[in-house]
């Protein structure tokens, strides 16, 4: 499995806090992250990617000379990440102006609780439709903020209060393995922060973090989600997956038992995942970490198709993802969207063949990826520069598998 996306996005914002040079090992070079990397190219990052010999990617980067001269607003509108540029510019630059982040088309999430943690710890919010305004300074006494249980709003947080003077406590924090991962980021570099068992996030400001070190982005256990579903339905016999992220995918393993896939854990975070013969029909409800992950609702809809009985989703943190079904529905899945946040799938159903799909999303494009390899025949699938910007390799990984699949 490739480096996590999720875990390097908001990393690259908390380098440019150290003003000095860092090795990121395992650094994949997929969409998003290569959008960013050109986004902080225009303000002056110096990065440089370095082939290892395990044929991953180790990432240079260099915040020495980091200088708000021309911040990409067409880059910042494509990809949501860009909103963890916020902390460390005003941290440095005292104010900033940039549009509001795009690239997510399941439902236009708020960054509320990014906006309002900032203008409480001192910068003030200039309202705006089309762009974020921010200036002022920091504050240097005590705080209390509250994370929403929101991954993005607990890492920018984070991220805007390891150098600010006076201790900050960040309450309903996301526990996810990504936000777990910039926390060690930032301890690596000398960042006093605590964590408490409450989802509580405890940080004493310090003056400046140390830099020229190097760090392991985590493995992506949503890729690993997705493979293991892969190896569930389109294996011969079954499929290994090295770095496959065990302990982050408990809920979701759990899931799958429960539908009668055989998993087998080899030991050294290798999992391997049998071809199942027969379905059972199973319900799930996604939520926050350590539940069951939101982004593996869509690849596990492809499993319920092929399962005996009724099943149910409830997508308990994100409106209007389940309407990429249509596109199952469109390979005579047969579905029922009871509201914005609930559906039913009954199988087992031989998917259609020989019909064209659309990615909705990032976790979207790769079910549909799914659900055409094990339709016979042939399926075109459009918008796949959602794909892109997540699966590293996706398309060369399926081939190595014995997937028939060509780019268009």
């Known amino acids: 499995m490739s480096g996590s996306k999720n875990a390097t996005l908001p990393i690259f914002g908390a380098a440019l806090l150290l003003r000095g040079k860092v090795r990121l090992k395992g650094v994949p070079k997929i969409g998003d992250v290569m959008t960013l990397l050109e986004i902080l190219g225009d303000i002056w990052v110096v990065y440089e990617f370095v082939s290892t010999e395990d044929g991953t990617n180790d990432l240079l980067f260099d915040s020495t000379d980091l200088h708000l001269a021309s911040l990409d607003y067409e880059k910042i509108k494509k990809i949501r990440s860009s909103i963890f540029l916020l902390s460390p510019l005003l941290h440095f630059f005292g104010s900033i102006t940039m549009p509001f982040p795009g690239g997510c088309s399941i439902w236009k999430r708020p960054i509320d609780a990014h906006l309002n943690g900032l203008e409480a710890i001192g910068y003030k919010n200039i309202v705006d439709d089309e762009n974020i305004s921010l200036e002022w300074k920091l504050e240097s006494w005590d705080k209390i903020l509250n994370a929403w ?4 709003s607990t890492e920018n947080l984070l991220i805007a209060n390891v150098l600010r003077k006076g201790q900050t406590t960040i309450n309903c924090v996301a526990t996810e393995p990504h936000v777990m991962s910039l926390v060690a980021f930032l301890r690596k570099g000398w960042a006093n922060i605590k964590i408490r068992y409450n989802h509580t996030i405890v940080i004493e400001g310090v003056d400046s973090l140390k830099w020229d070190f190097e760090f392991d982005i985590i493995g992506d256990y949503i890729e690993s989600g997705t493979y293991i579903i892969i190896g569930a339905l389109i294996s011969k016999d079954f499929l290994t997956i090295k770095n496959a ?27 391997r995942v049998y071809r ?36 149910k989703i409830h997508e308990v943190l994100f409106e209007w993802r389940l309407n990429f079904l249509v596109e199952l529905e469109k390979m005579k899945a047969k579905i029922a969207i009871l509201n914005p946040h609930e559906a039913l799938i009954f199988g087992k159903t031989n998917l259609k063949w020989w019909v064209t799909v659309a990615s909705w999303d990032l976790r979207a494009g790769a079910a549909m990826i799914i659900a055409s390899l094990i339709a016979e025949g042939e399926t075109s699938i459009t918008n796949v520069e959602y794909i892109y910007r997540w699966y590293e390799d996706f398309v060369m990984k399926l081939r190595k598998l014995g997937a028939v699949i060509e780019e268009i």
């Open 149 to 152: 249980f929101w991954v993005g």
């Open 245 to 271: 992220r065990i302990e982050d995918l408990y809920m979701f393993l759990e899931k799958l038992k429960e539908a009668w896939v055989r998993i087998e854990d080899m030991w050294n975070d290798t999992l």
């Open 276 to 311: 199942a013969q027969k379905i059972n029909s199973v319900s799930i409800q996604t939520n926050i970490f350590p539940g069951f992950p939101t982004d593996l609702q869509s690849p596990f809809s492809v499993l319920m198709t092929q399962a005996q009985g009724e099943n």
